[in-house]
Every structure is written in C-alpha cells, then in structure tokens.
C-alpha cells in the first residue's frame, strides 16, 4: 500500500458542484501539502498544514478550501468548480527538519 | 516572485548517452536544491538534493550547483530507456517553500 494515498483518482465534474479531495498517510508526518500540476506550470502549492490546527493558504488558495482531520488526513475541496480547476491534483507530506516531500499518486479532476 | 525555469524539452539522446539537465533560478538566497523525476501520469519522485556549491554524485546521476551563476544541472550517465521521463528541478530550504520547476522532459532512444 502507498505511504501516502489519495482518494479518488480520477473524477469529472460538472461545473458549479463542489467536490472533495482526501488524502490520508501512514507515514507520520506532521507536514501535509496540496498542490496542482498543469501543463507547463509545475507544481503550485494550494494549501499546506504543519499540524492538525495550523492552516495555511499557498500561492493558489483561491476557490479552493482544505480541512485536517486528523494529522494522517487532509482533505481538498473545491466549493463551486470551474472549468479552469481541471488539473492533476496532489497530497504531499514531509517530517520536519526533513526537505524531500513524499507524494501521493495523483487525483486528475476535470471539471466540464 | 521566486522562479525556477527549465527547458522544457523534450531533451532526446540515445542509450547510453550522458544526459544533461539544466535549470535556473532567481533567488540568490535558497540554500536547497532537488530533482525530481516524474513519469507520466504518476507523482514526483526524489532523486537528487545538493546544498553546496560542487558535484554530488549518487550512481549515474550527478547533481552541479553553481550558487554564483545561479544555476543547477543533473548528468545522467549512461541513460537508459527507463529514464524517459519528466525532470522536476526545485529550490528552497524545503516544506511548503519549495518553488517547483515547470520540468524537462527526457526521452532515451533505444
């Protein structure tokens, strides 16, 4: 089983709906990340936690919400998508003190 | 704003060739930098992390940083086919402050 997995992997949406992005790990870290991948564009930080009460917007917040139920899950959500939300979305985690992020597998949303 | 720019390729060579991957930054002060790899459709991986000025080496690959000219490569020695993929170049002390490069695509001629 992947140290890091997110549910579901792929998805299509209609506009307007909202939706949820999960994402649980077994790896014991404390520090988890969302980011998004477009062509192009790399990766851009949407949202990261550094523990279960402490939430922080990235570069790319807007339209986008995130809970951190507990420190082994954090969820992305989108409240009303849009069309140019459609993008390959991914969960990150790493330990403190520690620079290499671990990645789950992806989830691709497109939003119609 | 923080940039990290690479070429976006797509870098082609033949097997068993030295592959060389470069990327630039902006920020004179990051003290870290990375290389993924991602292949297609699946999530970065880590290959290569350098914080000094010089070469590391880790089997085929070998990360150069150059801090004065702001600059970072990977060398792949002898590339093989399974190398093909997407290289991520990133800087930063790491966490939520690593800036991602768009990446190079790579492909190895068999």
């Known amino acids: 089983d992947a140290d890091v997995t997110q549910t579901p992997r792929n998805r299509i949406t209609k506009t307007g709906k909202r939706i949820m992005l999960e994402c649980s790990q077994t790896k014991g870290h404390d520090r988890m990340y969302w980011y998004r991948q477009d062509p192009g564009l790399g990766l851009r930080l949407i949202y990261y936690s550094f523990d279960v009460k402490d939430i922080n917007k990235g570069e790319i917040s807007d339209g986008y919400s995130v809970s951190r139920q507990a420190q082994a899950k954090f969820s992305l959500s989108l409240e009303s998508a849009i069309p140019n939300q459609t993008a390959l979305y991914f969960c990150?985690?790493?330990?403190?003190?520690?620079?290499?992020?671990?990645f789950g597998q992806g989830t691709r949303l497109t939003v119609v | 704003q923080k940039e990290v720019e690479q070429n976006s390729g797509p870098l082609s060579v033949p097997e068993g060739a030295i592959a060389s991957l470069n990327c630039t930054y902006s920020d004179r002060v990051s003290q870290s930098f990375f290389w993924y790899r991602q292949y297609s459709g699946k999530s970065p991986e880590l290959i290569m992390s350098?914080?000094?000025?010089g070469d590391k080496e880790d089997g085929r690959f070998t990360a150069q940083l150059n801090k004065a000219s702001q600059y970072v490569s990977l060398l792949i020695r002898d590339s093989q086919p399974s190398d093909s993929a997407t290289y991520l170049c990133a800087m930063g002390p790491g966490g939520f402050k690593t800036i991602f490069g768009a990446g190079t695509r790579l492909f190895v001629k068999a």
């Open positions: 990150a985690t790493s330990d403190v003190g520690v620079t290499e992020a671990f």
């Open positions: 350098i914080y000094s000025n």
